[in-house]
Each structure stands twice: as C-alpha cells, then as structure tokens.
C-alpha cells in the first residue's frame, strides 16, 4: 500500500516550458487535491477534485490545469511554466471531499528558470 | 506561538520532555482544526484532528487543546523523541469544504 505518490521528485523548467505533474492514490478516496507550498506561507489549494469525474478550482489556480484521469489518478499541468510557479507541489487524496484527514504525497520540487 | 497567517519558526526542547505548540486561529466558524506533521523533505502527515464543539482530544503521545474563547488551539507532544523532530502546522476548517493552513512552528529535539 503505497499510499500517494507523485512524480517527479524534482524538475527544472525553463519559462514557458510546459510539464504534467503526476499523482495517483491507492486508497480507493473518493477526493483529491493539489497545493503549492511556498515558503513563509501556508498550503494553499491549486485545485481539487470532489470525485472522479469532477474538478474544481482552488484559491490559486491561474496557470495551471487539472485532469482527474480515473479515481486513481488526478494530474497537474502547467501550460507555460512561469518563475512564480517555482514551488513544492504537494498532491493529497481523503475519502471524501474536505475530509479533514488528507494524506500526502513525498511532492515535487519545481524550479522555473 | 503560531497563527494562521503568522509563525513562530522555532522550537527546541529537551528530548523526554514534553512539547506544546501553539496556534492562533481567527475563524470562529470553523468547524474542525487539524495538526500536522512534516518532516524535512516530506509530505505533510495528519496527526489528530479535533471538532469545534469538543476542548480536547488525545491521541498517542499527543494531546490537542481548543479554546474557543480565545481562538486558541495547541499541541501537546508527551515524552518527545528525536523522530519528533519536524514541522508542526494547523489547519482549519471554513465552510464546510475550505482549509487554511498555518505556516508551521519547527520542533528540534535535543538529544
């Protein structure tokens, strides 16, 4: 039971490249999220994803897209990597939406050059 | 001590003794506050969870504290051990489907 995992652990992008930021959960939960933690600042939410089938936007979802590609699986793109967007990206998945007990991804290290 | 929206970047204490982290919270609305854990490199882990409408709650090694009154909610870590060595962040509940998440108070464990 791997729990959350996420790929890659780390990227370097130069601005304007795109990338796909992969996470999938084994846990059979129902929801999904992703959050950028950047420092002196708490987790805040990119996007979500209430259930398979369903996304919704976050507190700071400009720049990036979601996909939910099965109840496993919820993507993160950015379509034009932009030095701001330089962040740890942390998936997470509950049982149901808003679930207070979230459980994590190890994340992923993104720098925008 | 913590807040939502603020930090208190550090605390050290004596390994075997017992730790309390804080947290300042501003929504009396909120309906649950959580605690986590994150240790250098990692993802966040949940700890233990407490519900608007309940004071205290214990876990294993750990007791959380609402004071509503105050708008106060802290952490209780009994006998701390160097694996407790990490990043101690609040969350609350808002509305239902919201979370705000405190930036975290660092625990060194001294050995």
């Known amino acids: 039971n791997a729990g959350v995992t996420q790929t890659p652990k780390f990227q370097v992008l130069k601005t304007g490249q795109s990338m796909t930021l992969q996470c999938a959960q084994d846990?059979?939960?129902?929801?999904m999220y992703w959050y950028r933690q950047d420092p002196g600042m708490g987790l805040r939410l990119i996007y979500y994803?209430?259930?398979?089938?369903?996304?919704d936007k976050g507190e700071v979802p400009n720049g990036y897209n979601v996909s939910r590609l099965n109840k496993r699986e919820f993507s993160l793109r950015l379509e034009s990597a932009a030095p701001s967007q330089t962040s740890v990206y942390f998936c997470?998945?509950?049982?149901?939406?808003?679930?207070?007990?979230?459980?994590f991804g190890p994340g992923t290290r993104l720098t925008v050059l | 001590g913590e807040s939502v929206g603020l930090h208190l970047p550090t605390l050290s204490v004596q390994e075997g003794d017992n730790s309390i982290i804080n947290c300042a919270y501003s929504?009396?609305?909120?309906?649950?506050f959580i605690w986590y854990k994150q240790e250098s490199g990692k993802g966040p882990q949940f700890i233990i969870d407490?519900?608007?409408?309940?004071d205290k709650r214990q876990g294993q090694r750990v007791t959380v504290l609402l004071n509503k009154t105050v708008k106060h909610l802290s952490l209780q870590i009994a006998a701390t051990q160097p694996g407790d060595s990490a990043v101690y962040f609040c969350?609350?509940?808002?509305?239902?489907?919201?979370?705000?998440f405190g930036t975290g108070t660092s625990l060194t464990v001294i050995p």
């Open positions: 997470a998945s509950s049982e149901r939406l808003a679930g207070v007990e979230q459980f």
């Open positions: 846990m059979n939960h129902n929801s």
């Open positions: 994803s209430a259930s398979e089938g369903t996304t």
């Open positions: 929504n009396s609305a909120s309906d649950y």
């Open positions: 407490i519900r608007s409408n309940m």
């Open positions: 969350a609350e509940r808002y509305a239902g489907n919201q979370f705000y």
